[in-house]
């Protein structure tokens, strides 16, 4: 599978849990975001990695949010304390970058259903 | 921070009628990109536009980018069943990550 993969496909938890999302982007990609969309809307972007600099985060990603891609590879999502607000759809997108290979057109995956109760 | 909105919000036609969805954003943007959701499914790339006034063609669908590069407008022809989606368009920010637009759903009624 030479797509973008994300892990788990659907996760429910209790309010005040962590979780933690896993994306493996396409293998020559260096570029890997994370966006979060909620239903009828469209994607609100989180945040963006360059291999494994976290280069910009959205003043949507609150201090409980936090992401990581350590060896430039996959990336993770952790969110602490989950609320029910936190409930939505999150996806993973990566791209080879603005001018190379599909115009930078994104990748997305599948995405990780978070739902809190 | 840059906002691109998007019209209608929702689109009801007979298969067979032509649709179209608006994209307007409050600055000017170096690029734009359209993507296409199919329910419960992830967003597709379809195209990206660069210069002023471009105009690209995927079969039936036609893409525009505004000579002012503030507004861009998908189109589809003698739409299909298997349009049904949700389009978005996608504009980059400063740090050229794309911020999507509210997405215009498009129901095909055979």
């Known amino acids: 599978d030479t797509g973008v993969s994300q892990n788990p496909r659907h996760k429910i938890t209790k309010r005040g849990q962590n979780v933690t999302f896993r994306c493996d982007p396409i293998s020559e990609h260096n570029r890997l975001y994370w966006y979060r969309q909620t239903l009828g809307q469209g994607p609100e972007f989180l945040t963006y990695?360059?291999?494994?600099?976290?280069?910009?985060k959205s003043r949507l990603l609150s201090d409980r949010f936090s992401a990581e891609r350590p060896k430039g590879s996959f990336s993770t999502l952790e969110i602490q304390r989950t609320e029910q607000g936190d409930s939505a759809m999150y996806l993973c997108?990566?791209?080879?970058?603005?001018?190379?290979?599909?115009?930078?057109?994104?990748?997305f995956g599948s995405g990780t259903r978070l739902t809190v109760v | 921070g840059q906002q691109v909105m998007q019209i209608p919000q929702y689109q009801h036609v007979q298969e067979g009628e032509d649709f179209t969805t608006y994209c307007n954003s409050s600055t000017t943007l170096s690029n734009i990109q359209w993507y296409k959701q199919r329910p419960g499914g992830h967003p597709v790339f379809l195209i990206q536009l660069v210069k002023s006034g471009e105009v690209k063609k995927q079969k039936r669908l036609t893409f525009q980018f505004g000579e002012a590069k503030k507004n861009s407008s998908l189109h589809i022809t003698a739409t299909q069943t298997t349009d049904v989606g949700t389009y978005f368009c996608a504009g980059p920010n400063t740090g050229n990550q794309f911020y999507f637009g509210t997405g215009t759903s498009l129901t095909v009624i055979p």
């Open positions: 997108a990566s791209s080879l970058g603005r001018n190379r290979g599909r115009g930078g057109g994104y990748t």
């Open positions: 990695f360059q291999n494994e600099a976290q280069l910009e």
